[in-house]
């Protein structure tokens, strides 16, 4: 092992950082979307918008984001005819649509815990249905998302080391391909090295999720329960999985 | 690109399901150490000496938040090079996978021995019951309640993630849909969209059991 080998190599690890960033945040953005619309009609009362939805969350969330990565980037193309120019837009969209689903039962969750006296004055005070959702259901469920949001973005950190496998030169793919020059003697630290970008960044997502949390509890005059400083995945204790 | 084709389909289909009895194997074994590695994991940072609970923690809070897939890399690259190459991909890939989940169903766990009583504590404590009482016979059997289907759900959860372990060589579907490909110029396209629905078709039931026995232990308890 050489340290000065892997401290040379550190600006080559720059662009894949980004892409790396660049995947996770496209993916989450995409995930947030779809998680809001999937939520949305999974908690609509009619049968006909909530079952469509359904069957989407559900087929998504029954297979692996493994498998999904790999249909979108080569069978897709072929089945449905659509290819993308970039590996980089099939794994972004793998991603966002697997995350989104899951997360849509985040947004499901948090819309049937507000209080039914809530929607009960709202209909008093006679709002559209679009009235009630923007000024009464979404302002008191979106802090309750956060927490779980938080954790499926940290979860999402780490399955954007997929987008590798489809030949995306991310963070993951880089340590592989420095690591493995003179036979791959040397690659160890730099597997080592990426584990603990990737633990900072995750940290970094953590924190700022909290600070948003605090914020959005703060406008409803709640205050956020405060944890002892461990990044914890809400989802483990709830098995949001 | 080769065209969708229904034959392929039928071709590919044996060496998909070769990969998808792998997966299942992969699923026992990881499965096992993510159940009972978690459970003294949680146990550990609960009555360990401080110096075990703060490693402990360190360890599997650094586990928990990168990926696995450099982990199952750096592991692999590890025993090959430096401890010992004769051991299988998927005996360390199984091993690295279950570690993985461990250090997510001992935070399940850890929620179910946080959420017992107080009084329960106490309660043991005024018998003076010797530790292994305690927990045997009041913590365990009410955590269980507690966490068996989130720890359920998280194997769930695994088994969904074995194709990962494809990257050092586990003959699962994604590399036996390669191999297909390699040696035939076609059927990966069929071989990806099977192991998609095999996936969908083992995961699904499961998921809808978990789901009941979670809404069951809820409304039995507590």
């Given at each position: 092992m050489d340290?000065?080998?892997?401290?040379?190599?550190?600006?080559?690890y720059?662009?894949?950082?980004?892409?790396?960033?660049?995947?996770?945040?496209?993916?989450?953005?995409?995930?947030?979307?779809?998680?809001?619309?999937?939520?949305?009609?999974?908690?609509?009362?009619?049968l006909a918008v909530r079952t469509p939805a359904r069957v989407f969350v559900e087929f998504i969330r029954g297979s692996s984001v493994v498998v999904q990565l790999f249909w979108f980037a080569f069978a897709m193309p072929v089945v449905l005819g659509i290819q993308f120019d970039y590996a980089i837009v099939a794994g972004i969209i793998a991603l966002g649509l697997n995350y989104g689903a899951y997360c849509s039962e985040v947004v499901r969750g948090a819309i049937a815990a507000v209080p039914k006296g809530q929607l009960?004055?709202?209909?008093?005070?006679?709002?559209?249905?679009?009235?009630?959702?923007?000024?009464?259901?979404?302002?008191?469920?979106?802090?309750?998302?956060?927490?779980?949001?938080?954790?499926?973005?940290?979860?999402?950190?780490?399955?954007?080391?997929?987008?590798?496998?489809?030949?995306?030169?991310?963070?993951?793919?880089?340590?592989g391909l420095i690591g493995g020059r003179d036979g791959g003697v040397n690659q160890l630290p730099h597997y080592a090295l990426i584990l603990v970008v990737y633990f900072i960044l995750a940290w970094l997502i953590w924190t700022g999720m909290r600070a948003l949390e605090r914020k959005a509890k703060r406008g409803l005059g709640v205050d956020a329960k405060q944890v002892k400083g461990r990044l914890t995945p809400a989802v483990a204790e709830k098995g949001l999985t | 690109m080769n065209e969708w084709n229904n034959e392929t389909?039928?071709?590919?289909?044996?060496?998909?399901?070769?990969?998808?009895?792998?997966?299942?194997?992969?699923?026992?074994?990881?499965?096992?150490?993510?159940?009972?590695l978690g459970l003294s994991v949680a146990i550990g940072e609960r009555i360990g000496p401080p110096w075990v609970k703060r490693v402990l923690s360190l360890v599997f809070q650094f586990i928990r938040n990168t990926p696995l897939?450099?982990?199952?890399?750096?592991?692999?690259?590890?025993?090959?090079?430096?401890?010992?190459?004769?051991?299988?991909?998927?005996?360390?890939?199984?091993?690295?996978?279950?570690?993985?989940?461990?250090?997510?169903?001992?935070?399940?766990?850890?929620?179910g021995i946080e959420a017992i009583p107080l009084g329960q504590w106490e309660a043991a404590t005024a018998l003076s019951l010797p530790t292994h009482r305690v927990w045997g016979a009041i913590v365990l059997p009410q955590m269980m309640r507690r966490s068996t289907a989130a720890v359920?759900?998280?194997?769930?959860?695994?088994?969904?993630?074995?194709?990962?372990?494809?990257?050092?060589?586990?003959?699962?579907?994604?590399?036996?849909?390669?191999?297909?490909?390699?040696?035939?110029?076609?059927?990966?396209?069929?071989?990806?969209?099977?192991?998609?629905?095999?996936?969908?078709?083992?995961?699904?039931?499961?998921?809808?059991?978990?789901?009941?026995?979670?809404?069951?232990l809820a409304k039995s308890h507590f």
């Open positions: 340290v000065q080998e892997v401290i040379d190599s550190l600006p080559r720059v662009q894949p950082l980004l892409v790396t960033v660049e995947v996770t945040l496209a993916s989450a953005a995409l995930a947030l979307v779809v998680a809001f619309a999937l939520g949305l009609m999974t908690s609509s009362k009619h009960e004055a709202s209909l008093a005070v006679n709002f559209t249905p679009f009235q009630r959702l923007r000024l009464v259901v979404l302002p008191q469920a979106w802090p309750e998302m956060i927490p779980s949001l938080c954790a499926f973005a940290i979860m999402l950190l780490k399955a954007s080391a997929l987008v590798s496998l489809i030949s995306v030169t991310d963070l993951t793919a880089m340590a | 389909l039928v071709e590919v289909f044996p060496a998909i399901w070769q990969g998808f009895l792998v997966v299942l194997q992969v699923t026992l074994v990881a499965g096992l150490i993510a159940v009972v897939l450099v982990q199952v890399l750096f592991v692999w690259t590890a025993t090959s090079l430096y401890i010992n190459p004769e051991w299988s991909a998927f005996a360390v890939g199984s091993a690295v996978l279950g570690v993985h989940y461990a250090s997510y169903t001992s935070e399940s766990y850890r929620a359920a759900n998280w194997v769930i959860a695994m088994f969904k993630e074995v194709p990962t372990l494809f990257v050092i060589g586990v003959l699962e579907m994604i590399a036996q849909a390669q191999k297909y490909q390699g040696q035939h110029y076609d059927g990966a396209v069929e071989g990806y969209t099977i192991a998609g629905i095999l996936f969908l078709a083992a995961s699904y039931p499961v998921a809808v059991a978990a789901r009941r026995l979670e809404n069951r």
